[in-house]
């Protein structure tokens, strides 16, 4: 024998206790688990409110179970040693379960008020619903009223208590050195009747030790199968409002020329652009693009840095509007978005490694990092196949696709440390999709063959759940980023599950339903909506829209899109005006004349060559022409605002931006809306943006008039 | 609480497959101090499904067994998502020792079979192993018994290679002077 056989014989002989192993199986002994989580849900407490002093109303939700035993006999048709045999048949069937039972306690020996307050609550970690008090003078207290004043007063001994509790905090209790026994009361059992154990029975000392096992495992009912299986502002320069005349003599004889009244026979001339001028119609926007990134992908995360997924994983590049810096990057394959924040401040990026999804990355915009969570323990040789994360409740549900069988587990996760509970749902011969998670519950959608069951498991201990809906119908399922929601599509229809209120509601609108990283909002046929309280209601606004458009909107300064292994930056359509402006969505059509067009068109190239400081640039040399341009353009009246807005000299080549704004011209359209040969008015649709695919738009009022010789525009453009 | 045959079956099948469930439950625990509870509670659930439902479903006891493993596995751990600080293996471990290690481990030595044949000894000679520090438990179970590769025992244990060799090698130093072995 060499060393290595040596050791691997004597660790495969030493390192389990193989005959412990052995022993505490044929027992039913159940090894314990460290930290579980125990809930005592809303509905104890409500159940406990219910009862009136005096009057004992059975709320036990769970009536049916644990009276099998023997032949279904009430506790007070049994005796001591028949009670206590179907007590420790109760815990073991409860052992798992989340259902709520009334549960008789039986202390080993009478307690002060205080000491079975301790013993009660202790184990559950928070409030028991206590229904009823039994004292060793016979007496009973009855109602949480009357329950709440002994616990106050502190006097007299208890010998047992009836509490509303979860099945499997029965074996908790049990384990307590001061209680004796724990069994469920049924409807059957009439409590002016029943009563406490007697523990000095004599009858119950030759009784056996019966080790009911360790603390809390798995119900068997989650056991494993064997394998057969997105105005006019008045703007309007328009508002010309009649701003004072500031007109300077020089322009007195050209004005006169200016009047719209042509019917004196007399045709004046055109005021014409002088030679040599050509405006900047078109500015164009910023626009950046990196050096070659192996981009697949790519996004802003916020107004500072954007994510991109690359051929060789993801990172995270800063960019300060003149260059991209690489922050952080993690290396892996297929990275996938499974979550994100409605403001995208925090990720969860799942990856395969070796042909198999997973790893799982936690991504926080704030530190800019990658963290990688390790999850081996869960996903073993298997492979990730969805993941849930509902932010407001904690609650992260990885969904493990694992030869067939899918182990649907569930953690609680503060973006800092996560704990695991359970697998909350397990199935051997069936497809599982998680639709939604909350704090209690993780919803999941079972197809098999043509048939569609969704399931509501409790998401702290392993159970078949219960089935809440059921179609004989094949099913596509798609959850919302934020684990919120969940679109199901079913030969009867489409619908949006909702967690809340449980139920399928039906889709407004024909058409993909588009979550997006919204919470609560959704598209479907080119509308919005908002989901509440089990409702459906239209929304509107760049807010939703937003959230919807996620990988465009996380950032008020650029967007980004992948071009050529490059990330091409450009100007945010989710920018700050924007947001704040209103915006049309409907489709303008241009119906100007070329003339009309003509001079709107000079009018947006003058403003872009006065706002961005190109006068000069666009051939406009000396006070004078730029006079002339003005005049070929504006009315009188819109010069002299313009002069005014803009501190232009009439003596030299001087002016100000005056917070004009650029414009370009292929990104408007002109809509006439009326004309009566002097006057023309109309509104300009400018492109803001694109929002979740569709074009936004600014509008401002166009007023015109006709000198008789030309059209000019009555108003600044803005 | 099970009949005759059905406590047949159990042993039969405990004695079978102990050694593979036990090594496919220590490879793939997420916590290895957990591993002999998840053992304990995959043969108890097997136990008590015998009970319940028979066994005569039951193609291969092994592959029922490993299958409530997996669930065991996933639902025994306590704490499973924290921050992986990925640690390059960069071995200071020389080839030289890496050379006289693996001759060590390939000597044959006819003692070791009297050795375990001597329970109280042997027992020693274990508890040695695992008393003072319990990664060496687990790198000799993981190495030895699992037959993974002292890199992959690095990865599943979040060690750095280096650390995992040089505690293979001390070890079996050490209990070279001690047992003359």
């Known amino acids: 024998m060499n060393k290595r056989d040596f050791y691997k014989e004597l660790m495969s002989e030493y390192q389990f206790d193989k005959d412990k192993i052995f022993a505490n199986a044929k027992k039913g002994k159940f090894a314990k688990r460290s930290p579980m989580p125990i809930y005592i849900g809303a509905t104890a407490v409500a159940a406990a409110a219910v009862v009136g002093v005096g009057t004992f109303m059975f709320t036990s939700l769970g009536g049916g179970k644990g009276v099998d035993l023997l032949t279904g006999s009430t506790i007070a048709a049994l005796s001591n040693k028949e009670r206590i045999e179907r007590a420790i048949e109760d815990i073991r069937k409860n052992e798992n379960s989340g259902e709520l039972h009334d549960v008789m ?116 009912s989650g056991e494993p199968s064997v394998p057969v299986n997105p105005d006019s502002e008045s703007t309007d320069g328009s508002d010309v409002s009649d701003s004072s005349d500031v007109s300077d003599g020089s322009d007195s004889e050209e004005n006169s020329g200016e009047s719209t009244d042509t019917s004196e026979g007399t045709v004046p001339s055109a005021d014409v652009m002088p030679e040599g001028v050509t405006l900047p119609e078109n500015i164009g926007g910023m626009q950046y693009v990196t050096k070659p990134i192996s981009a697949k992908d790519a996004f802003f995360l916020n107004d500072d840095c954007f994510f991109v997924i690359n051929s060789y994983g993801a990172a995270i590049y800063e960019f300060n509007g003149r260059s991209e810096n690489l922050v952080s990057s993690i290396e892996c394959e297929k990275p996938r978005i ?90 051997g011969d069936a497809q599982v999709t998680v639709l939604a998670a909350d704090a209690e519950y993780v919803y999941v959608c079972v197809m098999r063959e043509n ?186 009246k819109a010069a002299e605002q313009l002069k005014t807005r803009c501190s232009i000299s009439g003596i030299e080549l001087s002016y100000e931006n005056g917070g004009l704004k650029t414009i370009n011209v292929s990104d408007t359209v002109l809509t006439i809306t009326s004309n009566n040969g002097k006057t023309a008015a109309g509104v300009l649709y400018i492109k803001a943006g694109t929002f979740d695919g569709k074009i936004g738009y600014h509008t401002v009022n166009v007023n015109l008039v006709n000198t008789g010789a030309q059209w000019k525009l009555d108003g600044i453009i803005e | 609480m099970g009949s005759p045959e059905i406590d047949l079956f159990f042993n039969n099948a405990y004695e079978q497959t102990f050694s593979a469930v036990s090594r496919y439950v220590a490879s793939h625990a997420s916590r290895f101090q957990d591993a002999e509870d998840i053992i304990q509670n995959v043969y108890t659930r097997f136990y008590k499904r015998l009970c319940d439902k028979g066994c005569d479903d039951i193609e291969s006891a092994e592959a029922f067994l490993i299958n409530i493993a997996k669930f065991e596995c996933r639902t025994f751990l306590s704490s499973f998502i924290k921050r992986r600080d990925r640690v390059k293996n960069m071995s200071e471990f020389s080839e030289e020792e890496s050379a006289a290690l693996d001759a060590e481990l390939s000597r044959d030595e006819p003692l070791l079979e009297d050795i375990m044949s001597n329970k109280i000894l042997a027992k020693q000679i274990f508890d040695d192993i695992v008393r003072n520090d319990e990664t060496v438990g687990q790198i000799f179970y993981l190495h030895f018994v699992c037959d993974m590769k002292l890199d992959e025992v690095a990865k599943r244990l979040g060690l750095n290679l280096s650390t995992v060799k040089n505690k293979l090698y001390r070890t079996i130093e050490r209990q070279k002077k001690k047992y003359e072995i």
């Open chain 1, 338 to 427: 499974d979550w994100i924040a409605e403001d995208g401040s925090e990720m969860l990026v799942s990856a395969e490694a070796e042909g198999r999804r997973s790893r799982l990355f936690y991504v926080n915009t704030s530190n800019r990092l990658f963290t990688e969570l390790d999850v081996d323990g869960v996903v073993m040789s298997g492979e990730i196949s969805d993941v849930v994360y509902n932010k407001a409740s904690g609650m992260l549900v990885i969904n493990v696709l694992e030869n067939g069988q899918y182990y649907t587990c569930t953690s609680i996760f503060d973006g800092n440390t996560a704990e695991y509970v359970a697998v909350a749902y397990y199935s």
């Open chain 1, 105 to 220: 306690v039986t202390f080993r020996v009478p307690l002060s008020p205080s000491e079975a307050q301790r013993v009660l609550t202790e184990k559950a970690q928070a409030n028991v619903p206590v229904k009823m008090l039994y004292f060793s003078d016979g007496s009973r207290v009855v109602g949480a009223q009357a329950v709440g004043k002994v616990f106050e007063k502190g006097k007299g001994e208890i010998t047992g208590a009836v509490i509303n509790c979860a099945g499997y905090l029965m074996e908790q209790l049990h384990n307590s050195s001061e209680v004796f026994t724990v069994e469920v009361l049924t409807a059957e059992d009439d409590l002016n009747v029943v009563a406490p154990i007697n523990t000095s029975d004599p009858e119950i000392d030759n009784l056996p030790v019966v080790d009911i096992g360790g603390d809390v495992s798995i119900d068997t």
């Open chain 1, 451 to 636: 048939y569609t069951e969704i399931v509501k498991a409790d998401a702290n201990t392993s159970s078949d759940g219960f089935v809440i809906f059921s179609e004989e119908s094949s099913c596509a399922v798609t959850p919302n980023l934020a684990g919120t929601y969940a679109a199901v599509v079913l030969n009867s229809g489409s619908y949006i599950f909702d967690p809340v209120t449980e139920t399928m509601l039906g889709v407004p609108a024909s058409g993909v339903v588009s979550f997006g990283a919204s919470t609560n909002g959704f598209s479907c046929g080119g509308g919005y909506y908002t989901i509440s309280d089990g409702r459906i209601t239209a929304a509107s606004g760049l807010e939703i829209v937003g959230k919807i458009d996620w990988k465009n909107s996380f950032s008020t300064k650029y967007q980004a899109k992948a071009v050529d292994e490059c990330v091409k930056i450009t100007e945010s359509s989710y920018s700050r005006k924007n947001t704040q402006q209103g915006l049309l969505f409907n489709s303008p059509y241009e119906n100007a004349s070329e003339e009309i067009r003509a001079v709107v068109n000079k009018a947006i190239g003058l403003q872009n060559a006065i706002a961005t400081n190109r006068v000069s640039a666009s051939g406009i040399v000396d006070a004078e022409t730029l006079a002339k341009a003005m005049k070929s353009i504006y009315s009188q």
